[in-house]
């Protein structure tokens, strides 16, 4: 595609449920990195993908954070047992693998009821 | 560890007036340095970035900002604001290098342009 997409735009949920959140990079970019804004706040660095694997999750809060990416492309991040303070918009970024700038997609605006 | 910080949560300014956003990072190693500018309900668009040579750069719809090594500053500016010019202004700070290039954000500024 153009540019990266992630879906669902918005996401809202229940206290204690399953969600998973969808980004497409650009296509070719080898890099992946998933980023939480929170509100009033700067984008906090979560996990970085090179390729299928996860070169860097030193920023995912805690066990109830996972994120994958298979096939060296799409990646889903994905929340266990939801909790209110998780509510933020989840950026996803790319870049080619010797690249400088990231670009990112629009987010997708999670909130945990 | 690497961190930023942006002086001025709000910043408002008349149209045709100059803008200065300031940003003040720490780094043990070379940094390479970005603005970032979030419009409402839009992801973040890449500004400028600074990873070597001339310290002065240039960006998109004027913006300029100098890495100063010795004040650890890279600020922004523009010499005459415009109205879409209002949005929000993220510096960020990454290490460079291999090994992924993930990046440390400042809390932002948020710029006001008014008539």
């Known amino acids: 595609g153009a540019g990266v997409s992630q879906t669902p735009s918005n996401k809202v949920t229940e206290k204690g449920k399953y969600v998973e959140l969808r980004c497409d990079p650009i296509s070719g970019h080898t890099a992946l990195y998933w980023y939480r804004q929170s509100l009033g706040q700067g984008p906090e660095f979560l996990i970085y993908f090179q390729g299928t694997g996860a070169a860097d999750d030193s920023g995912l809060p805690n066990d109830r954070f996972f994120a994958v990416r298979p096939e060296g492309s799409v990646s889903t991040l994905k929340i266990q047992r939801t909790e209110r303070g998780d509510s933020a918009v989840y950026l996803c970024?790319?870049?080619?693998?010797?690249?400088?700038?990231?670009?990112f997609g629009p987010g997708t605006r999670l909130t945990v009821l | 560890a690497q961190s930023v910080t942006q002086l001025g949560s709000h910043v408002s300014v008349s149209e045709g007036a100059l803008v200065l956003l300031r940003c003040n990072y720490s780094?043990?190693?070379?940094?390479?340095l970005f603005w970032y500018v979030q419009y409402p309900n839009q992801g973040l668009q890449l500004l400028l970035k600074y990873t070597t040579g001339a310290t002065l750069v240039k960006g998109i719809n004027g913006f300029e900002a100098e890495f100063k090594k010795s004040e650890t500053s890279f600020h922004l500016t523009k010499p005459s604001a415009h109205m879409s010019d209002a949005a929000e202004y993220f510096c960020a700070v990454s290490r460079g290098g291999g090994g992924g290039n993930k990046l440390t954000f400042g809390t932002g500024t948020q710029l006001k342009v008014e008539l």
């Open positions: 970024a790319s870049s080619s693998q010797a690249g400088v700038e990231q670009f």
């Open positions: 780094s043990s190693v070379p940094p390479y």
